[in-house]
């Protein structure tokens, strides 16, 4: 069991070390001057995007999920990140062009950037990491499918979240005042 958590987080570290800071750096930015933020993701892809958001509501940033009925239009200054680790889903795809046809900014979360949704979104975050658009190849993950992206994302979602609490100033008792108490 330990040889195989030892494997594992040996590759999420890889993927750490393949990341590009100037893209983390500039997603940092995109996501600090956003009036309102919506997000997305299927799938596996779309629970760590669900914990992201909530961390980006921790932070006092006005966020919220795709789907959700309390999700506001989006239009000029907003931001719409989505998750499409693979390179395409259809419904990241329409989001995409529906978001851009507002005046809203895209940045896409991918371990594709080649990927159709990658190449529609104003920006691109690389996670190079294993999904299941490159699952079958010789070789692979220890994780399954596209567990080592997902595992990625949720260690730069939280790496994403601790730098903007710095460049906003936020404390650790301001976002604990944010979190709900309806648990």
Known sequence: MRMLCRSALEELSQVVEKLEESSFEEAVETIRSAQKIALYGVGREGLQIKGFAMRLFHLGLRVSMVGDMTTPPLGSGDLLIVSAGPGYFSTVAALIETAKQAGAKTLCITAQPDGACAVAADQVLVIPAQTMADDMASK???????????????????????????????????????????E
């Open 140 to 182: 692979t993950s220890t994780l399954p499918m596209g567990s080592l992206y997902e595992g990625a994302q949720y260690v730069v979602f939280e790496c994403l979240i601790l730098k903007l609490k710095q460049v906003l100033a936020v404390s650790a008792d301001d976002m604990r005042h944010n979190h709900t108490n309806l």
